[in-house]
Every structure is written in structure tokens, then in C-alpha cells.
């Protein structure tokens, strides 16, 4: 059963526009999460994360939201550039766990 | 700064053969852990370690084993590969997410391990 689910795989935008990355998950006990960004060849770096006590976190260009009632979050960027075509993986965990549980990721292209 | 290095970068193994995946981290981090990530899917945990002295099993861990041999290094072990071990494997380090609070996890470029 996977608990942190990315359910596009791939997302295409214009340069300039928002581009919205979302992730769903079901562990109830989640209450941190995280964004990485992993570009081909490179291992995955730390993009933003939130704290279940707050419903947005802003860094930027990059802001996540989350919606615990729905267990829901979301990676908006604005503007988005082709700088930022990449895989972008949704993380969570729970406290004193020690570990994360990843997504599948989501495919970034944004077009000039 | 190096961050987080694993070797080898690439290596091919034939069916039944052993290897060891080394990765070692100067940023004084805590907890290590060893991921594989297969085409289209995200990364999965093998093995991790919170602390040094300590490793626990992670959502794969069949056919592998993980030695930390002290603060820095944390190696991954393939005692018998098999094809189904064709992948990506990554380490990372991190300050312990748990008690002493959230910390995001600093990644290796990876090891592109292909088993004939």
C-alpha cells in the first residue's frame, strides 16, 4: 500500500506560467513534509518542506500548501522557468519515525 | 564540500556475484540511509541507520546488508546479486528526523548498478 502517492507522473507548462506539482497521502501519523528536485544523473535535493502545523510555507518562487483534512499538499512555482524541468518527489514523515516515505515523483517540463 | 560520496559510480556484476556499495558523508550528520530507485517509480528504503551503532530494515531490505562502520561511512552489501537488483541505488545523510526535529536528507549522485 503506498502512502505517499504522486499521481501525475508528467507535467508540461509554458515558461512564465504556474506549474502545480500535487501529492496525496493516507498515513494519518504523517506530520512533516518534504520536496526534492532531481535533475538526471544527480541524486535528489532538498527543495521546501511544512510542518503539519501550518497550511503554507513560501521560499521564493516555491510555495507549498497543505491540506491535512484531505491529506493533500502541493508544490506551486511561479514562474515557472526551463530551469526548473526536473523530477520533483513529494516526502513525508512522522514524528520520531526516523525516516521519510517517498512518492513516485512527478516530471516537470516547462517549455520556453 | 563534498556532501554525501558513494562509489562506484557504475558497475556491471553477473548473476551470483558480491559487492559492497561504499558511501561516506563529511557534513557530521546522524542518521544514513541507502535507497534503490527502479525506472518510473520513487525511491524506496533498503536499510537506514539513525545513529551510529544502529541500522534498521527499510520497506526492501532482501538481499542486502548494510554495515555503518562509523559516523561518516554507511556501506551497502550484495552478498549474491540477482537481476532484480538492476538499479539506482542512493545514499543520503541527515540529522535525525525524529526527536531532535526535522532535517531534509542530503543525497548522493547515485550508483547505477546493472546485474547480468
Known amino acids: 500500500d503506498q502512502q505517499v502517492k504522486q499521481n501525475s507522473p508528467s507535467l508540461s507548462v509554458q515558461e512564465g506560467r504556474i506549474s502545480i506539482l500535487n501529492c496525496d497521502y493516507t498515513?494519518?501519523?504523517?506530520?512533516?513534509f518534504l520536496w526534492y528536485k532531481k535533475y538526471p544523473a544527480e541524486g535528489p535535493t532538498f527543495l521546501i518542506s511544512?510542518?503539519?502545523?501550518?497550511d503554507k510555507n513560501e521560499d521564493g518562487r516555491f510555495t507549498v500548501f497543505l491540506n491535512k483534512s484531505a491529506k493533500h499538499l502541493s508544490l506551486h512555482i511561479v514562474p515557472s522557468q526551463p530551469g526548473d524541468s526536473a523530477v520533483y518527489f513529494c516526502a513525508a514523515s512522522a514524528w520520531d519515525a526516523g525516516k521519510s516515505t517517498f512518492g513516485d515523483g512527478t516530471t516537470l517540463t516547462v517549455k520556453p | 564540500n563534498a556532501g554525501v560520496t558513494q562509489t562506484p559510480k557504475f558497475q556491471v556484476l553477473k548473476t551470483g556475484q558480491s559487492m559492497t556499495l561504499q558511501c561516506a558523508q563529511d557534513?557530521?550528520?546522524?542518521?544514513m540511509y541507502w535507497y534503490r530507485q527502479d525506472p518510473g517509480m520513487g525511491l524506496r528504503l533498503i536499510y537506514y541507520?539513525?545513529?551510529?551503532?544502529?541500522?534498521d530494515k527499510g520497506e526492501v531490505p532482501n538481499g542486502y546488508n548494510v554495515s555503518r562502520l562509523n559516523k561518516r561511512e554507511f556501506s551497502l552489501r550484495l552478498e549474491s546479486a540477482a537481476p532484480s537488483q538492476t538499479s539506482v541505488y542512493f545514499c543520503a545523510s541527515s540529522e535525525a528526523l525524529g526527536r531532535t526535529g526535522r532535517q531534509p536528507q542530503h543525497f548522493g549522485d547515485g550508483t547505477r548498478l546493472s546485474i547480468l
Open positions: 498515513n494519518s501519523m504523517f506530520d512533516y
Open positions: 541507520s539513525a545513529s551510529e551503532g544502529t541500522t
Open positions: 557534513m557530521n550528520h546522524n542518521s
Open positions: 511544512i510542518s503539519s502545523i501550518k
